[in-house]
């Protein structure tokens, strides 16, 4: 199992330029969320889907729309990019039905630096 | 005010020391109470968690939560350079809240 795949690993854009940021997991999960990574922000949840065909907000969705194309990928897209994106993005998945909510399964991350 | 604080150090310890991580919270409806490491340059991966108030222990890890005073705790004993990372606190109602995250160096 590769587990949570993330493409691609590093990315520059300049302002204004748009992106997709792929993410994909073979873990049979029905749940997948993105995150960003900030220096001394943790973690903070941009979008995530509970399950297939469904996708809702989470603490810091602007400037960012996401698509779940199947169970299987999840993708995030920066329409306009700005200098504030520039952060890691991290993809995770779980299995919701499992009573074991507290285990996500984390991608390798993309680092995107918007110049 | 973040739901969930996190001192970010960084903590630099010998190798054989014992490491001391806490993060505090304000949301009463967390349940669930984990500790994620993470490794530079990737992903966090679940270290341990704890269901409501207790200890729980895993070989040289140890997770304390005390719900009454909205405080976690992780202990490393006889920490290793292997140790060394950035471990980061979560808490989930609905969602998982992490901290800001401790980098640790364990220096041999």
């Known amino acids: 199992n590769a587990g949570v795949t993330q493409t691609p690993k590093f990315q520059v854009l300049k302002t204004g330029q748009s992106m997709t940021l792929q993410c994909a997991q073979d873990m049979n999960h029905n749940s997948m969320y993105w995150y960003r990574q900030d220096p001394g922000m943790g973690l903070r949840l941009i979008y995530y889907s509970a399950s297939e065909g469904t996708t809702d907000k989470g603490e810091v969705p602007n400037g960012y729309n996401v698509s779940r194309l199947n169970k299987r990928e999840f993708s995030l897209r920066l329409e306009s990019a700005a200098p504030s994106q520039t952060s890691v993005y991290f993809c995770?998945?779980?299995?919701?039905?499992?009573?074991?909510?507290?285990?996500?399964?984390f991608g390798p991350g993309t680092r995107l630096t918007v110049l | 005010q973040k739901e969930v604080e996190q001192d970010p150090g960084p903590l630099s310890v010998p190798e054989g020391a014992i490491v001391s991580l806490n993060c505090t919270y304000s949301n009463s409806a967390f349940q669930y109470f984990m500790w994620y490491r993470q490794y530079s340059r990737k992903g966090p991966e679940l270290l341990m968690y704890?269901?409501?108030?207790g200890n729980k222990e895993d070989g040289r890890f140890t997770a304390q939560v005390d719900k009454s005073s909205k405080y976690i705790s992780l202990f490393i004993r006889d920490s290793q350079p292997s140790d060394s990372a950035t471990y980061l606190c979560a808490m989930r109602d609905y969602k998982l809240s992490f901290g800001a995250g401790t980098t640790v160096t364990v220096r041999a």
């Open positions: 995770a998945s779980y299995l919701s039905t499992s009573g074991r909510a507290h285990e996500q399964f």
């Open positions: 704890t269901y409501s108030s």
